[in-house]
T-cell receptor
Framework: QQPVQSPQAVILREGEDAVINCSSS?????VHWYRQKHGEAPIFLMI?????EQKGHDKISASFNEKKQQSSLYLTASQLSYSGTYFCGTEGSGTYKYIFGTGTRLKVLA | DTGVSQDPRHKITKRGQNVTFRCDPISEHNRLYWYRQTLGQGPEFLTY????????KSRLLSDRFSAERPKGSFSTLEIQRTEQGDSAMYLCASSLAGGFHNEQFFGPGTRLTVL
C-alpha cells in the first residue's frame, strides 16, 4: 500500500521552514527521500535505515521512526531551489521493491 | 555522461501498436528498476532486476507488459497492444546492490502518448 504524505502541498517564503511527513501501514526497512522538479527525473536526497536515525544534508534533514512506520523531512531556511515535489520511497524487509509516497508539492516564493 | 540513459525520450503511438523502450543503467549498477509515472503522482513500481534476473513484478502489470535484461546491462520494456491508459512517463532507475545503500539514480524517462 502506498505511503501517505502530508501535507499534500505547501507554499513558503524564502527562509521559512517546512516539515513533510511520510506514513506507511507496513513495516519498513528503510525510507528514501527524493525531490522531483517539473519535467525532470526524481533526485535522491537521503536514505534512512531503521533504528530511528536522523540524517542531515545541508539544511535538509530527516528522521525515521520505525515503530511508528513514519519518516519526516525537515527543510530549514528554505531556498528557491527547494521548490518541487517531494516523495518518500519505502522499502520493506526482504524485498528491494520500492513504493513511492503520494507526494508533497512545495513552492518557495521570493 | 555516465548517468542512466533512456531511449526514446518521447514516443507517440496509435492504440493497438507495440512499443519498446530501452534503458542503459550506470555501468557498475546491478539493480535496475522500471516505474510508470502519471501527472501529479509518484512513480509507480513496475518491476526490477538484479543482474539479468527479474526478481519482482508488480501485480498491477498486465500481461501486455514485459521487461528483459538479457545480459545484466541494458534493459528493455515492451508494451503490446497499447491502450490510451498506458500514456505516462516511464522511468528507469539503477542502483548498486549490497550493503544498506540502495540510492536509485533515475534516467530522464520516456514519455509515451497513446492516441
Amino acid at each position: 500500500q502506498q505511503p501517505v504524505q502530508s501535507p499534500q502541498a505547501v507554499i513558503l517564503r524564502e527562509g521559512e521552514d517546512a516539515v513533510i511527513n511520510c506514513s506507511s501501514s507496513k513495516a519498513l526497512y528503510s525510507v528514501h527521500w527524493y525531490r522531483q522538479k517539473h519535467g525532470e527525473a526524481p533526485i535522491f536526497l537521503m536514505i534512512l535505515l531503521k533504528g530511528g536515525e536522523q540524517k542531515g544534508h545541508d539544511k535538509i534533514s530527516a528522521s525515521f521512526n520505525e515503530k511508528k512506520q513514519q519518516s519526516s523531512l525537515y527543510l530549514t531556511a528554505s531556498q528557491l531551489s527547494y521548490s518541487g515535489t517531494y516523495f518518500c520511497g519505502t522499502e520493506g524487509s526482504g524485498t528491494y521493491k520500492y513504493i513511492f509516497g503520494t507526494g508533497t508539492r512545495l513552492k518557495v516564493l521570493a | 555522461d555516465t548517468g542512466v540513459s533512456q531511449d526514446p525520450r518521447h514516443k507517440i503511438t496509435k492504440r493497438g501498436q507495440n512499443v519498446t523502450f530501452r534503458c542503459d543503467p550506470i555501468s557498475e549498477h546491478n539493480r535496475l528498476y522500471w516505474y510508470r509515472q502519471t501527472l501529479g503522482q509518484g512513480p509507480e513500481f513496475l518491476t526490477y532486476f538484479q543482474n539479468e534476473a527479474q526478481l519482482e513484478k508488480s501485480r498491477l502489470l498486465s500481461d501486455r507488459f514485459s521487461a528483459e535484461r538479457p545480459k545484466g546491462s541494458f534493459s528493455t520494456l515492451e508494451i503490446q497492444r497499447t491502450e490510451q491508459g498506458d500514456s505516462a512517463m516511464y522511468l528507469c532507475a539503477s542502483s548498486l546492490a549490497g550493503g544498506f545503500h540502495n540510492e536509485q539514480f533515475f534516467g530522464p524517462g520516456t514519455r509515451l502518448t497513446v492516441l
